[in-house]
């Protein structure tokens, strides 16, 4: 088996924020695994992808979007991965709207695909940090993304020690805040720290089970169209 294929993306409109920072710390985290991982990194502060218009046209074009701009590179990224880590900051009590904007044409797009209910089979985590530890919004981000990885038929992975994701606090709005906690090595941070951690590890795990059931698998599931977009996937070995 190859290296497991992980996509990061940060969900901040901000460039080298807090939640950029966050993302690249526990990152870091995948080099102690005991299976290699592949990774890429997307920041939706450097991608343009414009709101869902609702017109149907990827219904029509095999799910591909009229929309001239970044997001069909996100989205072949995104379905080559074999885990989705996102990393999103609390705007209003929920996501910011670029990565709603993001879930929001991921969805529509595979809805477009010749088999509804296609099988993606990725793992997708999630770190969220607000402007509070508890009840800052955190939470809402995590519900909102679990809600997405069941619209695209994946398998959402809670960290070990809290129920449905990592939550981080910044203690000020400033995008330096959370090098400052990282600096101090406060209690909460170190808290978001080992939940992130869990989430990368369990992440890659249930990948590499994936990868290493459905290959062995593959005679059976492959007669079941829902699965052909997962081993197209499986055989693009380049351009990931």
């Not at 072949?76 to 996102?86: H, Q, T």
């Not at 595979?110 to 940090?129: C, F, N, P, W």
């Not at 619209?151 to 000020?172: E, F, H, L, Q, R």
Request: proline letters at 3%; glycine letters at 10%; hydrophobic letters at 35%.
């Amino acid at each position: 088996m190859g290296p497991v294929r992980l996509l990061a993306i940060s969900g901040s409109p901000r460039k080298k924020g807090n939640s950029q920072f966050l993302l690249d710390t526990v990152l870091e985290y995948t080099k102690t695994l005991k299976f290699e991982v592949d990774v890429k990194r997307i920041s939706l502060s450097e991608q343009k992808v414009g709101p869902c218009m609702g017109c149907l046209a990827c219904y029509k074009n095999s799910g591909c979007c009229v929309l001239k701009d970044d997001f069909e590179g996100v989205r072949r990224l995104w379905k080559r991965a074999d885990c989705i880590l996102y990393c999103t900051p609390v705007y209003v009590a929920g996501i910011p709207g670029q990565l709603k904007c993001l879930m929001d044409r991921l969805s529509n797009a595979d809805y477009g695909l010749e088999i509804r209910g296609a099988r993606h089979m990725k793992t997708i985590g999630v770190i969220s940090q607000g402007g509070d530890f508890f009840g800052g919004g955190a939470e809402l981000c995590m519900m909102d993304i679990m809600r997405h990885a069941a619209m695209m038929n994946c398998v959402y992975i809670p960290p070990d020690a809290s129920y449905i994701g990592s939550g981080g606090w910044v203690w000020d709005s400033h995008s330096n805040a959370m090098k400052e906690k990282a600096g101090l090595m406060t209690e909460d941070y170190r808290l978001t720290l080992e939940t992130a951690h869990s989430i990368i590890q369990r992440s890659v795990e249930m990948a590499a089970i994936i990868r290493s059931g459905s290959s062995s698998l593959r005679d059976i599931l492959e007669k079941d169209k829902a699965y052909r977009y997962y081993f197209e996937k499986e055989d693009l070995l380049e351009g990931w």
